[in-house]
Nanobody, 114 residues
């Protein structure tokens, strides 16, 4: 059984920063990709970024230069550093971990508002 737990969401003013964390635990080893999606009510889930086991990264255009994904393999944890946040970044953020299959976190709310 694999558990994926996110943390770090909250309310932030436009231009501010947040750091999301996502820790995987359980009977896991050799995690492959880890990444982040977000979802706004009424819209499909949007892939933001992922990082491979070897450290290669992908970012969708809307977050390039503002968000940074990183991982700590010893802790089975992936991070998303979000800078220069905009109101349009308001969403529920979900992380995932690929280990034999895809495991999802429960989601964490990020609200960007003054």
């Amino acid at each position: 059984q694999v558990q994926v737990v996110e943390s770090g969401g909250g309310l932030v003013q436009p231009g501010g920063s947040l750091r999301l964390s996502c820790a995987a635990s359980g009977s896991i080893f050799s995690i492959y990709n880890m990444g982040w999606y977000r979802q706004v009510p009424g819209k499909p889930r949007e892939l933001l970024a992922f990082i491979s086991g070897g450290g290669s990264t992908y970012y969708t255009d809307s977050v390039k230069g503002r968000f940074t994904i990183s991982r700590d393999n010893a802790k089975n944890t992936v991070y998303l550093q979000m800078n220069s946040l905009k109101p349009d970044d308001t969403a529920v953020y979900y992380c995932y971990v690929d280990f034999q299959t895809r495991y999802w976190g429960q989601g964490t709310q990020v609200t960007v508002s003054s």
